[in-house]
């Protein structure tokens, strides 16, 4: 297995052609990270899908307790994981059996999991680990 490093130009056409993002660990109280970052992606103009079982909504958006959950009508471009490392795996899972798999897997700073990032590019997904999305943005998108 070798890491597969996403470069500058990847990123930046990833930030500059999605919509949809399903933040996985969206929590609703306004210190929290994933908090932080969705606001900053809504306030970017992406759609958020919040996803955690214990919200019923963010930002006034329905929150689903899992991908599995989201209805195939919606497109997600990213999968935006703000949980543990060793959780990732079953997240992953859960986007290879949506029907309209995301384009990218997006971990988070502190999280990596070599195993099930592999599994996704297997089926296609682009797997960025171990970056904010919102730094990312900040520098590219200015």
């Not at 899908?49 to 919606?74: G, R, T, V």
């Not at 680990?129 to 919102?134: A, G, K, L, S, T």
Request: hydrophobic share 45%; proline share 4%; with cysteine.
């Amino acid at each position: 297995m070798s890491k597969v490093v996403v470069v500058y130009t990847q990123i930046k056409s990833i930030l500059k052609t999605s919509k949809t993002i399903a933040v996985v660990g969206l929590s609703d109280r306004a210190e929290r990270d994933s908090y932080v970052v969705a606001k900053y992606l809504y306030n970017a103009g992406y759609s958020i899908i919040p996803i955690n079982p214990n919200i019923s909504e963010w930002n006034d958006i329905k929150a689903y307790a899992s991908l599995l959950d989201i209805p195939s009508s919606i497109k997600i471009d990213i999968v935006d994981i703000f949980r543990r490392s060793e959780l990732v795996e079953e997240i992953v899972d859960q986007a290879l059996q949506m029907k309209n798999k995301p384009r990218v897997i997006w971990l988070q700073l502190g999280i990596e999991n070599e195993k099930p990032a592999e599994k996704a590019r297997a089926a296609g997904i682009l797997v960025i680990q171990n970056r904010c999305i919102r730094i990312e943005h900040e520098k590219i998108m200015g």
